[in-house]
């Protein structure tokens, strides 16, 4: 069964860093465009950075600067490096693949979510 599985979150400091992970478990042929999405409380899901098949990254504007999106083609992993993290940035962060299984539809997939916490 084909499935994201997210880590990384936890709790840290006002202008801390942690890495989010996010792997592609199952068999699958490819990987294309994967990302980055987050709620925080009270609020809707906003997205965060994304990264096509080429390496190509995109990010709203509120975490330029300080995230950094990067993928490991051999290992199926989307990463995000969360520098300078600040209290506004305390969401659930859930990340989101358009994956071709071996066997089913190609599809997009999204992680259980992942906590991450900053403390002022």
């Known amino acids: 069964q084909v499935q994201l599985v997210e880590s990384g979150g936890g709790l840290v400091q006002a202008g801390g860093s942690l890495r989010l992970s996010c792997a592609a478990s199952g068999t699958i042929i490819s990987m294309d465009t994967a990302g980055w999405y987050r709620r925080a409380p009270g609020k809707t899901r906003e997205p965060v950075a994304f990264i096509t098949i080429g390496g190509t990254t995109t990010y709203v504007d509120s975490v330029k600067g300080r995230f950094t999106i990067s993928r490991d083609y051999a290992k199926n992993t989307v990463y995000l490096q969360m520098n300078d993290l600040r209290p506004e940035d305390t969401a659930v962060y859930y990340c989101?693949?358009?994956?071709?299984?071996?066997?089913?539809?190609?599809?997009?997939?999204w992680g259980q979510g992942t906590q991450v916490t900053v403390s002022s």
């Open positions: 989101q693949a358009d994956l071709q299984p071996r066997n089913g539809v190609r599809s997009y997939f």
